[in-house]
């Protein structure tokens, strides 16, 4: 009695099936007969081929613009060193620089219309290259000229007080790192700037002052990396 019931339920599922999908069945039938069921797959065929390829042009269209923007980019740069390279050409060689009376005028700004974006290409190329006055006459021009260009950062603003500092530029160097000081706090370079702060004091004479923050330095900051650095020295410049 199960199986004959079984199968009755089976047999009308098959006959629902049939009525419900007739018309559909039937169009089928009927399409593949004609032979447009066969042109209909090869048409959905051709069209996902197309789709395909469509994807594979886009792709290349991406890639391909990556590239121009890559070669853009080399060609500004090139531009860059290539102006660079003729400037120098004209300044002639470097000389040191025993006070700011003697001062040799590196960047010549008036005369030569350098862009923010210059100025700071060439002073990273020098202070990359540690020829510190170079940078630093740079790096001041571009800060004196351009104060609110958007990649001054507390980074440049460093590197603009330490290769003033390395190049016997102290007036420089005590300005910048002012600077990064009040505007930068939380900057990696606080403390480090902090420290070179001090030591432009002592550069410039003001010993007074000097000793102050270096009794500042080492009340506040004693367990810091900066301080251990400083402390080797401690005893020899206090007694001076």
Not at 34 to 60: D, H, P, Q, S
Not at 138 to 155: C, E, S, T, V
Not at 157 to 176: K, P
């Amino acid at each position: 009695m199960k199986i004959q019931k079984f199968r009755y339920e089976i047999n009308r599922l098959l006959e629902f099936a049939m009525f419900k999908f007739y018309p559909i069945i039937a169009i089928l039938l009927f399409l593949s007969g004609c032979g447009w069921g066969e042109r209909w797959f090869e048409k959905t065929k051709e069209v996902n081929n197309y789709e395909k390829v469509a994807l594979n042009l886009a792709k290349e269209n991406r890639l391909l613009k990556l590239r121009i923007n890559n070669l853009e980019n080399k060609i500004h740069t090139l531009k860059l060193q290539n102006k660079y390279a003729s400037i120098l050409a004209k300044i002639g060689p470097n000389r040191r620089i025993s006070s700011v009376e003697d001062e040799i005028d590196l960047v010549r700004f008036k005369e030569y219309n350098w862009t923010a974006e210059e100025l700071l290409f060439v002073a990273e190329i020098e202070y990359e290259r540690n020829d510190y006055e170079k940078a630093a006459q740079f790096y001041f021009a571009l800060i004196k000229n351009y104060p609110k260009y958007q990649k001054i950062n507390d980074r440049v603003i460093y590197n603009t007080a330490l290769s003033s500092f390395e190049s016997g530029h102290y007036n420089w160097s005590q300005q910048s790192f002012k600077i990064l000081i009040k505007e930068y706090p939380n900057s990696k370079f606080y403390l480090s700037a902090k420290l070179w702060k001090a030591l432009t004091l002592y550069k410039l004479g003001k010993k007074k002052k000097f000793r102050s923050k270096i009794k500042e330095f080492k009340e506040l900051y004693r367990n810091t990396p900066e301080w251990r650095i400083l402390s080797k020295h401690y005893e020899r410049i206090k007694k001076n």
